[in-house]
């Protein structure tokens, strides 16, 4: 089928310098010859076979056509033929045989060109090839007729690439970077770019040097589509990037200089922003938490950010179905607008339903429901959704978990549905086995050990075992233990323990029974509040200082009480606190139960604050202060008076070393012998009723190393008010190595106005800092 198009359209398809009636022209001309080639064909006497028109339709009739020239024009312009002409044109015409061997004839009796050779032989045979049907070309180069040599007398000649002779004497390049046209840009957008291609650069990576030449082009070809890239994302999307290498004048033409040319061009800005949604309640929420206005630059990564909060804002407030499309940015060359549409499937606005569980189970769906912090009927969150997620995981119980909300279907008013929360579980191994160790001046070394089996007694009922084995101190422990015991975070726990120490200042084999409830911080939530109460019964066998026989002797103390403690915490970390403050107030109501009861009362306030004025340096401070009303110092066991010294109380002394002491016997004195070196006597810490501590550290933190220069200082009194006098104090240095589960502790200190058997230097080794 053909189209048909005006003489206008016609002449406008014609190659430039043809009119419409030359082609006419040139399509009469051919089929003038067209019927020559079929009257030499046809039998004399044959008219010419004319196609004939086929007939229209039956029922169409045709419009008239007027002719552009009239018959009578045609033959008038037509030229009149010699009568000579007109029978060579009649005359039949030759066979293509004839034709060449014609031709060929005609080359041969020709006279040769000025500097070219005669023809050789035949020349419709120049190969002499006498059974070719079609003759070849003369031959005239008589190489070309040479024989070929052997094979192997062939020579091979290298191929020679004519290069600057620069380029063969350097085996490796030097290059510097030169990026023009883009500070315009770098300082509109809001991200240093500069920065960022010096730090994505193929270019900046090999610092200057390349293998040849054909390496700094690939690295120019690999940066400048980076810059494209780097442009486009802050908005730039026409941005030209052109590249050359430019040579020195020195030796070699080295150094090269690799130059980027930029031309940022237009940024594209938000002209139209479309959420494509649903209506949510409220209904502004999509649009005030979405943070992309008309307007502001199309920076890919604020777009990718804002679609991310929308993402996260709407299962926040109510919708955990909701979906975000595919974006659809439309950009006007023209204008440099951008029309920005998401569409958004919000779901259905949900409220909390039930817990399911399913797996294999730690334990089942109502203690599941003690561990949320939602009720039936709440607005959904996601955030109390993943706050399940993570008591989930801090139980400790499980492999893999999942805590993901589903349609239920079930109306829930308001234009609402339940979803309900489906908990999958893989119970994993519930037993641990945990150790660690520690040195201190004073405590020695301490190995300790523990065994536990977290859901003995589900849900969540541990057995624990755990044994200390110390140069000053031995114990054997065993704890029944209760988490989430009916009430997120609480604990309940029965302690049974039998303790062997050997210090200073007592020696005690000691057994207590207790029972605790407490709402503690624990490493994934630090609460700002916390709390724990219980009862405790002490049987101890100690060795004490009699001031009566200025000697040592044992006594046996049975020992019932009560125990409160609060604090309060708004520090950032429990290990690694670097601002905000914490307090604990330890209060214990305790008697005297041997010959009768002897009531007192023990309270301890522990306080400190962090401050960081830059990101590396933490100044830390805290202070304590110990009283014990109504008892006297004698009448006190050993173990339950405040001592001071120590890595987590003065370091620079010994542990306990502080406060009041007595001069005793040395049992290891030999009175007889004339070599003894010993002193007949020993300073042994007796203790006493109150005390005061503070310390001051200056921790400076580079990458997951730190260093401490601290000083402590404080005192212990025999009366049951701190006194605020005679304070001692140490000064010292300690080193910090930054774990994922707390900071790694070194310190070492030193004694100011050192008093006789102190020692000189006190080390201290442990994890966390000292407070």
């Known amino acids: 089928m053909v189209k048909l198009m005006p003489w206008g359209d016609l002449g406008a398809l014609l190659p430039r310098g043809f009119s419409v009636a030359s082609v006419l022209a040139l399509a009469m001309s051919a089929q003038a010859l067209a019927a020559q080639d079929s009257a030499a064909d046809r039998p004399a006497g044959q008219d010419p076979v004319i196609d004939e028109v086929p007939a229209p339709p039956p029922g169409v009739e045709l419009p008239a056509v007027e002719p552009v020239i009239s018959d009578e024009e045609f033959q008038k312009e037509i030229p009149e033929l010699d009568p000579a002409d007109d029978a060579e044109l009649d005359a039949p015409l030759e066979s293509i045989d004839e034709f060449e061997r014609r031709v060929a004839a005609e080359q041969a009796d020709a006279a040769p060109a000025e500097g070219q050779e005669a023809p050789l032989g035949d020349p419709a045979l120049a190969d002499q090839d006498t059974t070719e049907e079609i003759g070849d070309a003369p031959i005239r180069d008589a190489e070309l007729a040479a024989p070929l040599p052997p094979l192997g007398e062939f020579d091979v000649q290298p191929v020679q690439i004519a290069e600057d002779d620069s380029d063969q004497e350097v085996t490796e390049v030097a290059y510097s970077v030169q990026v023009n046209g883009l500070e315009e840009a770098d300082e509109e957008a809001a991200t ?432 304590r202060f110990g009283t014990i009303q109504g008892i006297d110092r004698f009448d006190l066991a050993p173990s339950r008076r405040f001592y001071a010294g120590g890595g987590g109380s003065v370091r620079g002394f010994g542990y306990q070393e502080l406060g009041p002491k007595a001069q005793v016997p040395n049992p290891d004195f030999d009175p007889t012998d004339p070599d003894e070196k010993d002193s007949p006597f020993l300073i042994r810490p007796i203790g006493g009723r109150s005390v005061n501590e503070a310390a001051a550290e200056v921790r400076y933190r580079f990458g997951d190393f730190g260093v401490v220069g601290f000083v402590d200082a404080g005192q212990v009194y025999e009366q049951s008010l701190p006194q605020l006098s005679d304070i001692r104090f140490g000064v010292g240095l300690g080193a910090r190595y930054y774990t994922n589960f707390g900071p790694f502790r070194f310190d070492i200190a030193t004694p100011i106005n050192r008093q006789p058997g102190e020692s000189k230097i006190s080390v201290y080794v442990s994890i966390g800092q000292a407070f």
Not at 465 to 480: K, N, P
């Open 192 to 623: 240093d770019l500069t920065g960022m291609f010096d730090d994505l650069s193929a270019l900046r990576d090999a610092d200057g040097k390349a293998a040849n030449v054909a390496q700094v082009s690939a690295r120019l070809t690999e940066d400048s589509a980076l810059l494209k890239r780097i442009l486009a994302s802050e908005g730039w999307y026409e941005a030209a990037v052109n590249t050359r290498v430019d040579r020195s004048e020195e030796v070699n033409g080295q150094p090269l200089t690799a130059v980027l040319d930029v031309v940022p061009g237009k940024r594209f800005t938000f002209a139209q922003i479309n959420l494509d949604a649903p209506p949510v309640q409220p209904p502004d929420l999509l649009e005030k938490n979405f943070a992309i206005q008309v307007g502001e630059p199309i920076v890919a990564e604020r777009v990718q950010g804002a679609e991310a909060k929308l993402a996260v804002t709407l299962p926040e407030n109510g919708y955990p179905f909701a979906e975000i499309g595919q974006r659809d940015i439309l950009l006007d060359q023209d204008t440099g607008d951008g029309i920005y549409t998401l569409p958004i499937d919000t779901g259905p606005r949900s409220r909390f339903g039930g817990i399911e569980t399913t797996g294999d189970l730690a334990f089942d769906a109502d203690h599941v429901e003690v561990l949320s912090r939602f009720e039936r009927g709440e607005l959904y969150d996601s955030r109390d959704v993943d706050d399940l997620r993570q008591a989930l995981v801090a139980t400790g119980l499980f492999n893999t978990v999942s805590v993901t909300p589903e349609r239920s279907g079930e109306d829930a008013g308001d234009g609402t549905e339940y979803a309900t929360i489906l908990v999958e579980q893989e119970a994993g191994p519930p037993r641990t086995i945990a150790g660690s160790a520690g040195y201190g001046t004073g405590q020695g070394f301490r190995l300790e050990g523990s065994w536990t089996h977290r859901n003995l007694f589900p849900p969540e009922g541990a057995l624990i075992g755990s044994a200390v084995a110390g140069t000053r101190e031995q114990s054997v422990t065993g704890t029944f233990r209760r988490s989430n015991a009916g009430r997120r975070d609480r604990t309940f726990q029965v302690t049974a323990q039998a303790l062997h120490s050997d210090y200073d200042a007592y020696e005690a084999f000691t057994g207590q029974l207790s029972a605790l409830i407490s709402y503690d911080s624990t490493p994934i939530w630090q609460k700002p509040f916390t709390y724990a109460y219980g009862v405790r019964l002490i049987g101890t066998n100690e060795q004490d200082y009699d001031p009566a026989t200025a000697d040592l002797r044992r006594r046996t103390f049975f020992i019932g009480g009560l125990t409160g403690q609060v604090g309060i915490d708004r520090t950032d970390s429990l290990l690694n606190a670097t601002k905000g403050f914490r307090t604990t107030l330890l209060v214990e109501p305790e008697g005297s139960l041997q010959g009768g009861f002897t009531p007192y009362v023990r309270a301890l306030l522990d306080a400190s604050a962090y401050i960081s004025p830059t990101d590396s340096i933490v100044l830390a401070g805290r202070v």
